[in-house]
Nanobody, 115 residues
Framework: QVQLVESGGGLVQPGGSLRLSCAASGSIFSINFMGWYRQAPGKERELVAIITKVGSTNYADSAKGRFTISRDNAKNTVYLQMNSLKPEDTAVYYC?????????WGQGTQVTVSS
């Protein structure tokens, strides 16, 4: 089992930036990929970005050009750098670790973009 601890959420103005962190512990060797998802109130949870074990990345169209997912293997941590934030980015952001036979979610961290 992998435990995921998220941090970095908060309140920012439109156009501002945040960096989310997801620290993983446990059997991290079994992870296929990790990603960031978000869920706004009353809406489905949606993919924001993923990074695979070999380092390839993929982004939702809404995130391309503004968000960057990265990892620090020495710290067992995945990051999501979010720039040029918009009010529609407001959501609870969840870290996810995928395994062959399931996955693990972080607790979520609130991101609010508002004036």
């Amino acid at each position: 089992q992998v435990q995921l601890v998220e941090s970095g959420g908060g309140l920012v103005q439109p156009g501002g930036s945040l960096r989310l962190s997801c620290a993983a512990s446990g059997s991290i060797f079994s992870i296929n990929f990790m990603g960031w998802y978000r869920q706004a109130p009353g809406k489905e949870r949606e993919l924001v970005a993923i990074i695979t074990k070999v380092g390839s990345t993929n982004y939702a169209d809404s995130a391309k050009g503004r968000f960057t997912i990265s990892r620090d293997n020495a710290k067992n941590t995945v990051y999501l750098q979010m720039n040029s934030l918009k009010p529609e980015d407001t959501a609870v952001y969840y870290c996810y670790a995928d395994f062959v036979n399931g996955g693990s979610w972080g607790q979520g961290t609130q991101v609010t973009v508002s004036s």
